[in-house]
């Protein structure tokens, strides 16, 4: 696809929030230095929080992508194209993860037991990936949901999808988070079982993401920088708050549901749409955005090869360790991508 036919907008924000995703795991690793409110706590929860949303707006771009009329996607493609590329790649990539953890146990101990093997194979066997591909999984509901998804906004006028789009904030968004706290914890029954699970609730991001690129794009950039600012603040304040409280991290602001978090998503989509949607796209986006896959996929091993050399965001102030790692850790995963995308088979189907 040349620049041209690229989508501008939908190029920057997977530009954005492929650094998102190594801020927050750069953060994660080393990043929470000291104790709740020191400086190196505080300076890894704001790299942590500051692009929280970056899985969301993965989301958010394959509903503006997938859930136009114009675009033409049946059932047949979904079945043998979406799902075997994501299924392939989720497969190929989680036996990768549990060969290169058995590597680095036999590095580190020297030997390699039938235990540790068996285990490989049980926790492959049974869908135990590495933490950071539950994105694949959630890809394959999104992509087997899509016809139907794909009914409701092809028919759904404007004041519908808001009403859908409602019901998904309050199930999927507002009720998971207030559950953690009373009043709304005591309630028991069949109420207490309607928020939607995280993993449903995501595909309500593709329809916010269809929603917002026929609609959002009348509003001006600064509302969405201020939307984006909020959810940011929201998310950060109230992770410090509830963190302080407890004594160390509280993760209830930090899911991919969260309102802060869907807040941040909203606003950084926006904002992109509203900036580049009728533009040209720049080279570096369309570059990082084509790439932003693999990076995704790999960059848990640099990050792994960095913390069994000991540079981690915790040797350094947070404030500045955190994006140098980040960095790090993105040029290694382009490299790694203008490298396996001449390979036609890797490039097609695994990256």
């Known amino acids: 696809m040349d620049n041209l036919q690229r989508n501008g907008a939908v190029d920057a924000a997977k530009a954005i929030a492929i650094f998102g995703v190594l801020l927050i795991h750069a953060s994660a690793v080393g990043g929470y230095a000291g104790t709740v409110g020191s400086a190196g706590w505080d300076g890894g929860l704001f790299w942590g929080t500051v692009l929280r949303c970056a899985v969301p707006v993965f989301f958010l771009c394959s509903g503006a992508l997938l859930l136009p009329a114009e675009k033409t996607v049946t059932i047949r493609r979904v079945w043998t194209h979406y799902l075997p590329h994501i299924l392939l790649a989720l497969l190929f990539w989680s036996a990768a993860y549990q060969a290169w953890d058995l590597f680095l146990l036999w590095h580190r101990t020297g030997v390699l037991e039938a235990a540790a093997l068996r285990g490989a194979v049980r926790d492959f066997l049974l869908l135990r990936h590495k933490p ?34 409602t019901l998904w904030a309050v199930l999927g968004v507002c009720l998971p988070i207030l559950r953690q706290f009373p009043p709304v914890s005591q309630i028991g029954g069949i109420p207490a079982q309607w ?15 269809w929603y917002l690129s026929r609609w959002g794009g009348q509003r001006r950039s600064r509302f969405y920088l201020l939307m984006f600012l909020c959810g940011w603040a929201l998310t950060f304040a109230g992770t410090l708050w509830q963190s302080a409280g407890r004594g160390k991290l509280f993760e209830g602001f930090l899911y991919g549901m969260a309102p802060g978090v869907c807040m941040e998503a909203a606003g950084v989509f926006g904002f992109c749409l509203s900036r580049w949607r009728q533009r040209p796209v720049r080279p570096w986006a369309a570059a990082v955005s084509r790439g932003s896959f693999c990076v995704y996929l790999t960059h848990m091993f640099f990050l792994d090869c960095l913390r069994n050399h000991g540079l981690t965001a915790g040797h350094l102030p947070s404030l500045l360790s955190v994006p140098l790692v980040a960095l790090t850790l993105f040029i290694c995963g382009m490299a790694v991508w203008l490298v396996l995308r001449k390979v036609p088979v890797v490039s097609r189907w695994l990256i």
């Open 132 to 165: 950071h591909l539950y994105y694949l999984d959630i890809m394959l509901l999104i992509y087997a949901l899509l016809p139907v998804t794909r009914v409701f906004t092809a028919r759904a006028s404007r004041r519908e999808a808001e009403y859908a789009l």
């Open 195 to 209: 928020p939607l699970s995280l993993t449903y609730a995501s595909v309500g991001y593709t329809v916010l993401g």
